[in-house]
């Protein structure tokens, strides 16, 4: 029985075809659903996932919307600043979720959970950046573990309250200056 090298190709093609589609597929759809329920199993409440893109279409509309209304000087700013989170958090509640594409976030407001949060500091990972923003925007902010505690001994000392002060008073000076 003599097997010919096309039938291997397209076996091995339909193959990887297959295991690429199911990857696709839990990438897509599987896995923010089993997100979904495990979320809603917890107590959080939040808009039901939709494929692709998530919560990112109404966040970008709310965001046109707010910006091409003006704004008065005693104004709220938060529904200018931030509309779809003003948005989830009067129509959620403070424990709700959001879609970011495919990705769930979290949106916890309660000072105990919030404590948890940052004392637990390996369990609760940062998410990922891609590789764009992650080239553009290297720093304390995406740093996690060892690398973050080291730059973090390194920018604490500009953060002392003398030093700030000092800042605040050349800030008037030069605003001072600046009048004349």
């Not at 297959?18 to 495990?38: G, H, Q, T």
């Not at 039901?48 to 209304?69: E, H, I, N, P, V």
């Not at 509640?93 to 940052?118: A, T």
């Not at 720093?139 to 002392?160: D, M, Q, S, V």
């Amino acid at each position: 029985m003599e097997i010919s090298l096309d039938k291997v190709a397209t076996f091995v093609l339909f193959v990887i075809m297959a295991r690429l589609s199911c990857m696709i597929l839990n990438w897509v759809w599987l896995r923010p659903k089993y997100l979904e329920r495990c979320l809603r199993e917890q107590g959080l409440v939040g808009n039901s996932y939709r494929l692709f893109f998530g919560d990112t279409k109404d966040c970008s509309m709310m965001k046109k919307q707010a910006c091409s209304k003006p704004i008065e000087l005693f104004d709220d700013i938060v529904p200018r600043v931030l509309p779809f989170e003003h948005h989830t958090l009067k129509h959620y509640g403070k424990n709700s979720f959001s879609w970011l594409g495919p990705r769930p976030r979290v949106n916890i407001m309660s000072p105990e959970q919030i404590k948890d949060v940052f004392t637990k500091m390996g369990d609760f990972q940062k998410p990922k950046p891609n590789p764009l923003s992650r080239l553009l925007t290297m720093g304390l902010i995406t740093y996690e573990g060892e690398k973050w505690a080291k730059h973090r001994k390194i920018i604490n000392p500009a953060f002392h309250l003398e030093k700030l002060k000092v800042i605040y008073y050349i800030s008037y000076l030069f605003k001072s200056m600046w009048n004349q």
